[in-house]
């Protein structure tokens, strides 16, 4: 399915709209998977027509154990693991996780061989020849661009449970917490074992509270619920309306930056050394500095979207308080005659 083709024909629903706007806010941006946190907003010679979206096969919808892995293995196609994950702070070595998943449209640059922006390509000229004396500057051109460009993303559900055992949980459970995307539950048994059962969640807010409920009972007393599958149904047909970012997906991928063209072939290989050293003197957790630029392309996003309901909110309360005003004074001048 191509959004952009099909608007030809008719009018995108405002589901399409909406997921279009989210693609075009990822694709092309700039990502750095050392550090997990995105750059740029688009580093492509994007086009509307580039951009293909597909809807996926039905999937299995069973939660699975996962891994937690906090440094991806980097590839000429390497998945996304953006920071800031917020269950990461969750999870301890004792914890189990669970995930299911739900990926309702891919969204990819249809191009074979994608170009950098004009702009892209004039801040890799000014970059000097690579060698251990520049190494700062293309360390810090890094840093604030990303290493990465983002080629393919997934949109959808992601539904991610957290077990801690007893041990681990008891002096750090002892209050819940409640938020947007989680949820905090403890619960005791004759034994005094507690279990402390976190859910994470991205995609179907409008069920959200039912399908954590539901989430916590099933992993709380290690049994499905009877309305399991009723309530995750739904959720998943709400993803239809209100999908959100996929990033560990495996149908989530970004390319190096050397590898797409614009620029010289020196200039591609300048990129690729410098990448590699970049690379191994981060391959140390503590010597990776704090993103300069760490804000999701989905919050901008949204953030654009939540300002112009904000500036439609505002003129109508000014309308509103001018005829009350307009009222009140009609009303002081018929009293006063």
């Not at 393919?152 to 449970?161: D, H, N, Q, S």
């Not at 010289?264 to 010597?287: M, V």
Request: glycine share 4%; net charge positive.
């Amino acid at each position: 399915m191509n959004l952009v083709a099909a608007s030809t024909t008719r009018s995108p629903s405002a589901a399409e709209q909406r997921t279009l706007g989210l693609a075009e806010s990822y694709l092309g941006v700039t990502y750095d998977p050392i550090r997990k946190s995105f750059g740029r907003t688009c580093v492509l010679d994007l086009k509307p027509s580039t951009i293909r979206v597909t809807k996926l096969r039905p999937q299995e919808h069973e939660f699975s154990p996962a891994t937690h892995v906090p440094y991806p293995t980097l590839s000429d196609s390497a998945a996304l693991c953006p920071r800031p994950l917020a269950y990461q702070p969750a999870i301890y070595q004792n914890s189990q996780q669970f995930v299911l998943r739900h990926v309702v449209l891919v969204a990819a640059v249809s191009s074979p061989s994608p170009k950098l922006s004009p702009e892209m390509t004039r801040l890799i000229r000014r970059l000097p020849p690579w060698s251990t004396e520049s190494k700062v500057q293309y360390d810090e051109f890094f840093e604030n661009y990303g290493t990465h460009v983002v080629t393919k993303v997934a949109f959808g559900g992601v539904l991610r449970i957290i077990v801690t055992s007893t041990e681990e949980a008891s002096a750090q459970s002892r209050k819940s917490t409640a938020g947007r995307n989680r949820v905090t539950s403890v619960s005791s048994s004759r034994l005094a074992r507690r279990r402390n059962v976190l859910v994470f969640r991205d995609g179907g807010a409008s069920i959200a509270e039912e399908l954590t409920r539901a989430a916590e009972h099933y992993f709380r007393n290690s049994q499905k619920p009877p309305e399991w599958d009723s309530i995750r149904d739904k959720w998943i047909k709400d993803l239809e309306h209100d999908p959100g970012f996929c990033p560990d997906d495996p149908n989530t991928e970004c390319r190096p930056l050397h590898t797409f063209g614009g620029i010289t072939r020196d200039e591609q290989i300048n990129l690729e050394r410098a990448f590699g050293s970049y690379l191994a003197s981060r391959s140390d957790p503590e010597n990776i500095p704090i993103p300069k630029i760490a804000v999701d392309p989905a919050s901008r996003f949204l953030r654009r979207q939540s300002e112009q309901k904000s500036k439609a909110c505002i003129g109508i309360f000014h309308r509103v308080v001018d005829v009350l005003a307009k009222y009140f004074q009609r009303l002081r001048r018929h009293r006063s005659t």
